[in-house]
């Protein structure tokens, strides 16, 4: 008796279907479709000589950060530097300035410090919109910058 | 090779799945605010580790999902003076029929307060539109388990929903 209800039970559960997202939410995700890059994936440190031991224990995680930086920024197009775009509104008149930062997605790496304890690094993609204008000269410079966020995790504060 | 989705196929995509990412996300976080950033972050990861441009496994979602939900559970933990019990849901889980409005109701309210041990299979399963194993490998439990406590749970969730109807 109690299957068969359990049974009836079980499709009207499948009549219902999970909501829609709201749009807006929808549309942020539609946003940050991932570009062409894979998790980068970290291999084991080498041990080091004892000696060396203490001071690679902060200096590994900097380097991994580090390389992930730079693996990261060899998959961006050439950033065209704001500085020059800056130049070329100011030569005169007042600069006005606006950044507005956008989080396009998050991942994490893991790496092992040589003493065999786990590191998380927590990677966040940013993006800067920086609009630079000059109302004097009518002057209006839009950048958009990325821009990579990492932060090392030691594990036992999860 | 272009290894990203284009456009439409991540679209596509996300309009089949992302309704059964929020409400597994909505069960696990104590906001929608929580939800929706917990759905955004397991996708991307999900596609990026799946790394060739194809659309990733549905449980390599939703288990990508869960272990953020854990995280961010954990955080919160660490602060003081933040809310204790699940959140009641401001949010509609279901999308109903006039017919089925009671139902959907009924059904909400009772998922809410089933245990996490047993909503999550439920869910997974009923909605997720996953396997025993599948489910499984997402909870990290034998697939044996993930069938008993799937009976399990439609039978308390049962007679959760009849309590709310009476």
Not at chain 1, 127 to 156: A, M, S
Not at chain 2, 72 to 93: F, K, N, T, V
């Amino acid at each position: 008796m109690n299957e068969r209800e359990d049974e009836l039970f079980e499709l009207e559960l499948l009549r219902l279907k999970p909501a829609e997202p709201p749009a807006d939410f929808l549309a942020r995700l539609t946003a940050a479709r991932p570009m062409a890059h894979s998790l980068p994936t970290i291999g084991q440190i080498t041990a080091p000589p004892d000696r060396w031991q203490l001071l690679l224990r902060w200096l590994a995680p900097a380097a991994v950060a580090a390389v992930i930086a730079a693996a990261w920024f060899a998959g961006q197009p050439g950033p065209v530097s704001p500085a020059t775009s800056l130049q070329a509104a100011s030569p005169s008149g007042t600069n006005q300035v606006e950044i507005d930062r956008q989080l396009v997605s998050t991942f994490d790496a893991v790496a092992e410090l040589p003493g065999g304890e786990p590191v998380r690094f927590r990677c966040r993609e940013w993006v800067d919109d920086v609009t630079v204008r000059n109302t004097k000269q009518g002057v209006e410079v839009e950048q958009r910058e990325p821009r990579l966020e990492v932060v090392p995790i030691r594990f036992e504060t999860y | 090779m272009d290894e990203s989705p284009t456009q439409a196929d991540w679209r596509r995509w996300l309009e089949d799945h992302a309704p059964r990412f929020l409400l597994f996300a909505r069960h696990k976080a104590r906001s929608e605010a929580d939800a929706q950033d917990l759905v955004q972050e397991a996708v991307i990861e999900a596609w990026r580790r799946q790394g060739d441009g194809s659309p990733p496994p549905l449980p390599l979602v939703f288990a990508t999902l869960r272990r953020r939900a854990i995280d961010l559970a954990r955080s919160e933990d660490r602060r003081a003076g933040r809310e204790q019990a699940a959140m009641e849901p401001a949010e509609s889980w279901f999308d109903a029929g006039v017919e089925d409005r009671e139902l959907k109701q009924s059904i909400q309210h009772a998922l809410s307060r089933l245990p996490e041990r047993y909503r999550e299979v439920v869910t997974l399963k009923i909605w997720g539109g996953l396997t025993f194993a599948a489910i499984a490998d997402v909870l990290e439990i034998p697939a044996n388990t993930a069938a008993s406590r799937y009976r399990h749970g439609l039978a308390e969730l049962r007679k959760l929903a009849k309590t709310v109807l009476t």
